[in-house]
């Protein structure tokens, strides 16, 4: 990585540290934690079924949450705090500074679900007594979630790049839930005739298809995810993060910043 | 070339090649899930009522999801023949939790369960109990009791309960007569042909609904063919008790005066007679839901496969 994209992407980082935004994760663990021993008196067999699916889901909510509303603020902050002048006016090309942040934000929301998964892991320890073979499926779930902040952080970033920080976050929220519902689109667009076909197939493909990289379900009820979908989904969020990204480097190089 | 110009053709080409590679490998992870279709049918959450709570009150809309989501799953199993539907029910369950009022859900979604494998999930008692369910949440839509004696007559060949369940939506505000006309005419002929013919014919007139209009005309149509294949076996066995022998061919029969030229059947294909005296259809494909003069062993070809 060039200096100055290192750079760029340490200070979103450390900007996003003094915003207190880690803080969250300090409490979700703490919450998680001190709740685990509730869990066991809600159902015998039940307790770690509830567990793992409201600790994922958690780290999953929290996680979309931190990247929507610190990705809208990203590049708008920078112009109305004035700093984007001095950052531009150095030799920083405006796809540096557009690929720093977007790294810097997806740093913190590793870390962040990094602190998540010890806490979610002690939770786990402390409910069930032991780890099993099967919950080594539990870190491929979590890493369909960062996967998943790799697209929404992208896709924020990409409205933020043109738009207003209110619209980013309900463009890219929306983006999101319909991404949730991609493999509906596709199966309507198998069953619709003519230009809704064609329409509805070009959606399907467009949207973020998150749905696939939500296992929790599975991995709750103790299935094994495939090598094979782990390499397909990781090769799909890195590619289609990395257009988004394009879109929004291609966009911002165009911006009149005057 | 200034450095922002290099620096578009390089988000350009990263854009295209970044997308491109975006969607095969989605592609990829589609198969990949494929294979595991199965392990993911068992993982909806099983209770409507639970989903009821969680919908926040726009249940209605995630009953349309369900319900879309059921006659997506009825139409891939129904297209590949497959003789399980096992998460069909508990998917209308869903739907007609989530929203009791859902007509459609009922009405379509018995059929669906009720018809004999492979065209539908072959569980009529899922079916009934679906509709009655249907009827507590909606006691005086009459079209329900008519789906309800529709199962039971074809079904479960429960005559007396379809006989009820007619009886019971005749009273219903806005019944059509015919209605009472079935109940009455129940009692009498029940499982003969043409009463079958009569409740296809009925339905018929009285939908507005396309997809139930065709298939009422396609049922009507098969029963038409088999109505002309017991009359020509009728035929057939008098030429046998008269000579002592089967009709090697139709001409026999034209020659002894039984009929007057070769017999054909709806689709314009003249039936066959074998050699054991019964009568075949050329093309059953052509008809569907026909149950006599298919030929031992015959299978619908899949829409893939070549006929």
Redesign the interface.
């Known amino acids: 990585m060039n200096s100055r994209l290192a750079a760029i992407t340490l200070n979103t980082f450390r900007e996003a540290v003094r915003d207190r935004v880690l803080y969250n994760l300090i409490i979700f663990a703490l919450l998680l934690v001190a709740s685990a021993p509730l869990f066991g008196e809600i159902s015998i067999g039940l307790e770690k079924l509830i567990l793992v699916n409201v600790g994922l889901s958690a780290i999953s909510i929290f996680g979309i949450i931190i990247a929507i509303f610190i990705g809208i603020g990203l590049v708008s902050k920078e112009i109305e705090k004035r700093t984007l002048y001095t950052i531009l006016s150095r030799p920083v090309r405006r796809w540096e500074f557009v690929t720093g942040k977007y790294l810097g934000l997806l740093l913190t929301l590793v870390v962040n679900t990094a602190f998540m998964t010890i806490g979610f892991f002690a939770a786990l320890l402390i409910a069930t007594r032991t780890f099993t073979r099967d919950d080594a499926g539990l870190l491929v779930a979590i890493y369909f979630i960062i996967l998943q902040f790799f697209i929404v952080t992208a896709i924020t970033l990409l409205f933020s790049s043109f738009s207003s920080p209110v619209f980013s976050a309900i463009f890219a929220f929306a983006l999101f839930v319909i991404g949730t519902f991609a493999e509906d689109l596709r199966n309507f667009a198998n069953l619709a005739e003519g230009l809704t076909k064609w329409l509805a197939i070009a959606a399907a493909w467009l949207v973020p298809n998150v749905s696939s990289l939500n296992v929790i379900a599975q991995v709750a009820h103790a299935e094994h995810i495939s090598g094979k979908l782990v390499l397909f989904n990781t090769l799909y969020a890195l590619l289609y993060s990395t257009a988004a990204i394009a879109v929004a480097v291609l966009i911002f190089e165009r911006r009149n910043l005057k | 070339m200034k ?2 110009s290099n ?2 053709i ?3 080409a ?2 295209v090649l ?2 491109v ?3 095969l ?2 592609s ?2 589609d198969q ?2 494929g ?2 279709a199965t ?2 049918e068992v ?1 909806y959450i099983p209770s409507g009522k639970t989903l009821k709570k969680l919908s926040l009150g726009y249940n209605s809309l995630l009953a349309d ?1 369900y319900w ?2 059921a006659v ?1 799953y009825f ?1 891939h199993k129904h297209q590949e023949e497959e003789l399980h539907y096992e998460l069909l029910n508990p998917l209308l369950d869903i739907t007609t939790d989530l929203d009791p009022h859902l007509i459609i859900a009922y009405e379509f979604g018995s059929i669906f369960l009720s018809q004999p494998s492979p065209a539908g999930a072959g569980e009529p008692d899922k079916a009934v109990a679906l509709v009655e369910k249907g009827i507590r949440a909606n006691p005086d839509y009459w079209r329900l009791y008519f789906t309800l004696g529709y199962i039971h007559y074809f079904d479960r060949k429960d005559y007396k309960a379809a006989r009820e369940a007619f009886q019971t939506g005749s009273e219903k505000p806005g019944a059509y007569f015919w209605m009472k006309v079935m109940a009455a005419e129940m009692a009498q002929h029940a499982g003969e042909t043409s009463f079958a013919e009569e409740i296809w014919k009925r339905l018929y007139e009285s939908t507005q609904d396309q997809m139930v209009k065709d298939n009422a005309q396609q049922h009507l149509t098969a029963l038409s063919v088999e109505k002309l294949i017991d009359e020509l076996n009728k035929r057939v066995e008098f030429f046998r008790q008269k000579t002592g022998q089967l009709p090697s061919s139709w001409y026999d029969l034209i020659r002894a005066g039984l009929l007057r030229g070769i017999p054909i059947d709806t689709a314009k294909n003249p039936l066959k007679l074998m050699p054991d005296g019964s009568i075949q259809v050329a093309d059953p494909a052509k008809i569907p839901f026909l149950t006599k003069g298919v030929p031992p062993g015959w299978k619908k070809p899949k829409p893939h496969e070549p006929q």
């Open positions: 450095p922002r620096s578009t390089v988000a350009v990263v854009l970044a997308f590679g975006a969607l490998s989605l990829q992870v990949v899930k294979k595991q392990l993911e993982l999801i879309t989501r997506q139409g």
